[in-house]
């Protein structure tokens, strides 16, 4: 009886956890630049049941060679393995301002490995000079004319430096080159992530790489990417689909809800009653 109490137990956390994704999702869905996130919902190893005098619990099926008498098999229940950024380009959104940016995905190399494309980014300075990746284009200036993403953090040129203008009236071409007036500043800076799923996550819509700085898009073969300037790439959470799994997951928690109530009873009536002693 134990054993179905823990199960359903781990499919309620497992229920829980998914729906706190999916509001993430849904609260993101208006943020720019935001990558919906998937989970992986696996189950525990099952154990391979035999007869009550057996010597020694099997846990593998084919131990019921050895004499013991084999009963059936048990799961143990399910769990939230992971949870992964979906890299699908988000659509566009006018915005008419000077410094807002959108990168937009071309033809971009599948990794032999996953059989996925990779995916390219902003390079970002952080505060503590590491090296950072969004697709969040919503830049501003400064108070000394640097070009920073809303938390401050630098934008990056090709070569790696900050990015300083006069002022907001500048314009950036469709391969990424910022000019001011007649003359170019510098070249957005755009990293190439091959394996984008083992990127970390640090909130914001930032990412950051384990294996230290990403390369330079326009140094890697078969990379293809443009800029559009006044533009934004929004999220790409699908609102519907999204609204829908958090219902399905809802209700699934709520039936193992019922069952664990269902044992619930069942351990009492074994204690009030069947323990009883006239």
């Given at each position: 009886?134990?054993?179905?109490f823990?199960?359903?137990?781990?499919?309620?956390?497992?229920?829980?956890?998914?729906?706190?994704?999916?509001?993430?999702?849904?609260?993101?869905?208006?943020?720019?630049?935001?990558k919906?996130?998937?989970?992986?919902?696996?189950?525990?190893?099952e154990?391979?049941?035999?007869?009550?005098?057996?010597?020694?619990?099997?846990?593998?099926?084919?131990?019921?060679?050895?004499?013991?008498?084999?009963?059936?098999?048990?799961?143990?229940?399910?769990?939230m393995?992971?949870?992964?950024p979906?890299?699908?380009?988000?659509?566009?959104?006018?915005?008419?301002?000077?410094?807002?940016?959108?990168?937009?995905?071309?033809?971009?190399?599948?990794?032999?490995?996953?059989?996925?494309p990779?995916?390219?980014?902003?390079?970002?300075?952080?505060?503590?000079?590491?090296?950072?990746?969004?697709?969040?284009?919503?830049f501003?200036?400064d108070?000394?004319?640097?070009?920073?993403?809303?938390?401050?953090?630098?934008?990056?040129?090709?070569?790696?430096?900050?990015?300083?203008?006069?002022?907001?009236?500048?314009?950036?071409?469709?391969?990424?080159?910022?000019?001011?007036?007649?003359?170019?500043?510098?070249?957005?800076?755009?990293?190439?992530?091959?394996?984008?799923?083992?990127?970390?996550?640090?909130?914001?819509?930032?990412?950051?790489?384990?294996?230290?700085?990403?390369?330079?898009?326009?140094?890697?073969?078969?990379?293809?990417?443009?800029?559009q300037?006044?533009?934004l790439?929004?999220?790409?959470?699908?609102?519907?689909?999204?609204?829908?799994?958090?219902?399905a997951?809802?209700?699934?928690?709520?039936?193992?809800?019922?069952?664990?109530?269902?044992?619930?009873?069942?351990?009492?009536?074994?204690?009030?009653?069947?323990?009883?002693?006239?």
């Amino acid at each position: 009886m134990f054993r179905g109490f823990y199960t359903v137990g781990s499919g309620m956390i497992a229920q829980q956890r998914r729906t706190e994704m999916l509001a993430n999702n849904m609260a993101n869905a208006n943020t720019p630049g935001f990558k919906a996130e998937q989970s992986s919902i696996r189950s525990f190893p099952e154990m391979f049941m035999s007869s009550l005098n057996a010597t020694r619990i099997p846990t593998e099926k084919g131990l019921h060679m050895t004499g013991l008498s084999p009963v059936g098999e048990l799961s143990t229940g399910v769990y939230m393995q992971e949870t992964m950024p979906l890299f699908v380009q988000g659509s566009l959104r006018e915005t008419g301002l000077t410094t807002d940016v959108a990168l937009l995905e071309g033809n971009l190399p599948v990794d032999e490995e996953t059989g996925t494309p990779g995916a390219v980014f902003f390079r970002l300075e952080s505060d503590n000079g590491n090296e950072v990746y969004t697709k969040n284009g919503n830049f501003t200036l400064d108070p000394q004319g640097y070009l920073t993403n809303p938390m401050g953090y630098y934008v990056l040129d090709t070569n790696g430096n900050r990015i300083q203008l006069q002022n907001d009236d500048f314009r950036i071409t469709s391969d990424g080159v910022v000019m001011e007036g007649e003359g170019a500043v510098a070249t957005l800076g755009v990293s190439f992530a091959a394996q984008p799923a083992t990127l970390l996550k640090q909130g914001n819509g930032l990412f950051a790489s384990s294996t230290g700085n990403l390369p330079e898009a326009q140094g890697v073969a078969g990379v293809g990417y443009s800029f559009q300037q006044g533009y934004l790439e929004g999220s790409n959470v699908d609102s519907a689909k999204t609204m829908t799994d958090m219902l399905a997951a809802y209700r699934a928690f709520e039936a193992n809800q019922k069952i664990l109530q269902a044992y619930d009873r069942s351990m009492e009536k074994a204690v009030n009653e069947i323990g009883r002693v006239n």
